[in-house]
């Protein structure tokens, strides 16, 4: 267990995120590497958090607390008009010592704390399935949604998602 605000470093966009849904994915080293931006909006900012590598695997998940707040990884927050605010969270991992961001030139593993970039300026605008990032290797994405939407979740706890199926939708959609 962890809190968002923990995950997020204490971004100023994190209590919006406490009450809503979230969904953890598992990339083994098998898996696809890239990630895809699951809602089309506008990216409002960058949180690059500097921390360990610890594998992120069942047994590091077992045997260190609070793994995933105390990774490497980089938030990106999008602002959506059917989801409100979406935080796509890049977590590394042991073997994996470089994230990269398609649409940024933000540089991971590079011994700095914590980096902040809003970009409500800056116009960078993602459409659902554009690649938002990379891992070196495989590692974890955590998504939240705000918890003014609720979400029906369509993905099955264990089984493999694939680029382009649907993880969830609104409910009642």
Known sequence: PYTVDELLGGDPL????????????YLSPRDYHRVHAPVSGKVVSIEYLGGTLYPVNSIGTEYIPKLFAKNERVAVIQESETHGLVATVLV?????????????????NSGAEKVRKDLRDASVYLEKGDELGRFNLGSTVILFVEGKIPLDFHAVLGEPIHM?????????S
């Open 14 to 25: 994190s209590s919006r995120f406490a009450s809503g849904s979230h969904a953890t994915i």
């Open 92 to 108: 590394g991992a042991i073997g994996v010592g470089r994230m990269s961001l398609s649409f940024d030139d933000l540089i991971t």
């Open 164 to 172: 382009g199926e649907r993880l969830a939708t609104r409910s009642g």
